[in-house]
């Protein structure tokens, strides 16, 4: 099993910062890339960011490009988010996935971090 555990979220101001940490722990042979997705209140869960392990090659959503960077510290298997001049539209509770083999390939979730940003 493979476990992942959010941390960073928070209340910030329009126009703040915050970094959010993804530590994956457990059974992992190969880990393949880590990414973030958040759900807004009464809307559908989207896509953030995603950065591969290998190679470090990163993605990430129209909304947040210019603004968020995602990252990873290897030798931690942890990934982080760091979010610049946040909006109000993203305020959200923030999901880390990781795609990892572990034996058998499985897709893991962690539980989320309330990242709310006031006007």
């Known amino acids: 099993q493979v476990q992942l555990e959010e941390s960073g979220g928070g209340l910030v101001q329009a126009g703040g910062s915050l970094r959010l940490s993804c530590a994956a722990s457990g059974n992992m042979l190969y880990l393949y890339n880590m990414a973030w997705f958040r759900q807004a209140p009464g809307k559908e869960r989207e896509f953030v960011a995603t950065?591969?392990?290998?190679?470090?090659?990163?993605s990430y959503a129209d909304s947040v490009k210019g603004r968020f960077t995602i990252s990873y510290d290897n030798a931690k298997n942890t990934a982080y988010l760091q979010m610049n001049s946040l909006k109000p539209e993203d305020t959200a509770v923030y999901f880390c996935?990781?795609?990892?083999?572990?034996?058998?390939?499985?897709?893991?979730w962690g539980r989320g971090t309330q990242v709310t940003v006031s006007s």
């Open positions: 996935n990781a795609q990892v083999y572990s034996g058998e390939y499985g897709d893991y």
């Open positions: 950065i591969l392990w290998s190679g470090g090659s990163t």
